[in-house]
């Protein structure tokens, strides 16, 4: 899992650490600060709790869209 995690956010040129989000209401109850994760937390924090990885997620295998943008899904396509 942690491979896999670390291989999508290659893709955007992004680390694991990245693809959490720290605004969502699961992370904040988990009482974490984003800055003390490391890259192997955060893919065992992402596995344990999903919903805390920011969503959307769009790959086409070779670039990552994380969040809705409808500019950047298109420029994908």
């Known amino acids: 899992m ?3 995690l670390r291989e999508l956010a290659s893709f955007g ?3 694991t650490t990245d ?3 720290p605004g969502s209401k699961g992370f904040k109850e988990l009482g974490l600060a ?3 994760i ?3 937390e955060a893919a065992d924090l992402i596995y344990k ?3 805390i ?3 959307p997620l769009l790959t086409d295998g070779n670039s990552l869209v ?3 943008n409808p500019d950047h899904y298109a420029a994908m396509v």
Do not use: I, T, W, Y
Request: hydrophobic share 35%.
């Open 34 to 36: 984003l800055e003390n």
């Open 66 to 68: 994380v969040g809705f």
């Open 19 to 21: 693809l959490l989000n």
């Open 13 to 15: 040129k992004l680390n």
């Open 38 to 40: 490391s890259e192997q």
């Open 49 to 51: 709790h999903p919903k």
């Open 53 to 55: 990885m920011r969503r």
């Open 2 to 4: 942690a491979d896999e």
